[in-house]
C-alpha cells in the first residue's frame, strides 16, 4: 500500500519543512528537487498557478520522493478535487474559519462515504498498484491541512481542530495580522500571542501545529515548542538573495578598483 511520507511523518510526530515554488518552471522544479527538504508548497491562491503548471510540476518531481502540497485557491469541492486528481499529496485550505468549513474541506478531499470526491483519480492513480488500490487507500493517505489565519477561526478553533479526517492546521501570520487590527505587523506582540494559542490548543488536541515561519530561524522556533508543519522560505526569495549579494560584491568589486 502506498503511504503518504508527510502523514506518516506527521503521525509519527516528526516536523516537516518545505519551501514555496513560485516560479512555475520545469528547470526550477528540477533545480529545486534535492533540496534537503519535505515539500514544495505550490500556491493556486495568490501566485498564477494554473491545474496545468501544477500538473507539469508534479511530473517534473517524478524522480524524488518530494512532496507537493497545493494551498487552494478556495474551500471549494471541485477545486480541491482537481488539485488531488493531478496527484499531489494534499491540499492547504485557506480561510477556514468554522467547524463547518473544516468539515468541508475534509469532505472535499475524501471519496464516499466519507467525503464528496468525485472520482477520476487520473494521475493520482499512477504510482498505486492499480486505480483499485489508490481507492482503497486515497482517503487515509491524502493530507488535508486548514489555514487558521482570522479571528473568527481562532474563536472557533476547538471545533476546527476536532474535524474528523484533518490532518493539521497552519497558521498564516500575514492575515492574522491583519484580522487583529496589525496589518502585516506579524510580530506584534498580540499576533504572537494568538499564535501560541493556536499552537496550545493543537497541542492538547493532539492536531499537528503549522506555521508560514519564512525563514528557518522562525520554523526553528515554533519547532521547538512543538510545531511540526513549515513552511520556511521560496524560490523567489532565493532568487532576491542572490540578486542582493551580486550587487554588492559588484559595489565591492568598484569600489576596490576606484570605478564608477
Known amino acids: 500500500m502506498q503511504t503518504n511520507r508527510l502523514l ?5 510526530g516528526r516536523p516537516v519543512v518545505g519551501c514555496a515554488h513560485m516560479i512555475q518552471d520545469e528547470s526550477v522544479t528540477e533545480a529545486l528537487r534535492d533540496a534537503d527538504l519535505d515539500f514544495l508548497l505550490v ?6 498557478v494554473t491545474i496545468e503548471t501544477l500538473q507539469r510540476t508534479l511530473i517534473a518531481l517524478q524522480p524524488t520522493d518530494l512532496s507537493v502540497l497545493v494551498r487552494a485557491l478556495w474551500n471549494d469541492a471541485a477545486l480541491i478535487g482537481q488539485i488531488l486528481d ?3 499529496a494534499g491540499v ?3 480561510m477556514v474559519n468554522t467547524g463547518a468549513d473544516a468539515r468541508r474541506a475534509v469532505a472535499a478531499a475524501k471519496y464516499p462515504p466519507d467525503g464528496i470526491r468525485s472520482w477520476g483519480s487520473r494521475r493520482a492513480a499512477m504510482s498505486y498498484e ?3 488500490a489508490y481507492a482503497r487507500s486515497a482517503n487515509d493517505d491524502v493530507v488535508v491541512i486548514t489555514q487558521v489565519e482570522t479571528q473568527e477561526a481562532i474563536d472557533n478553533l476547538s471545533e476546527i481542530v476536532s474535524t474528523p479526517g484533518l490532518s493539521g492546521v497552519m497558521v498564516g501570520p500575514s492575515d492574522l495580522a491583519i484580522s487583529l487590527g496589525y496589518m502585516h505587523d506579524r510580530q506584534h506582540a498580540e499576533v504572537t500571542k494568538a499564535v501560541e494559542g493556536v499552537l496550545e490548543v493543537c497541542l492538547e488536541s493532539g492536531l499537528p501545529f503549522g506555521y508560514f515561519a519564512g ?5 526553528t522556533h515554533w519547532m521547538r515548542k512543538g510545531g511540526l508543519i513549515f513552511n520556511c522560505s521560496s524560490d523567489v526569495a532565493f532568487v532576491s538573495q542572490g540578486v ?7 559595489a565591492e568589486a568598484r569600489a576596490a578598483t576606484n570605478t564608477p
Open 43 to 48: 500556491d493556486m491562491q495568490h501566485v498564477a
Open 92 to 94: 492547504i485550505v485557506p
Open 244 to 250: 542582493a549579494r551580486l550587487s554588492a560584491d559588484i
Open 8 to 12: 506518516s511523518a506527521l503521525q509519527q
Open 215 to 219: 525563514s528557518v530561524a522562525a520554523a
Open 86 to 88: 493531478a496527484s499531489a
Open 130 to 132: 492499480s486505480a483499485e
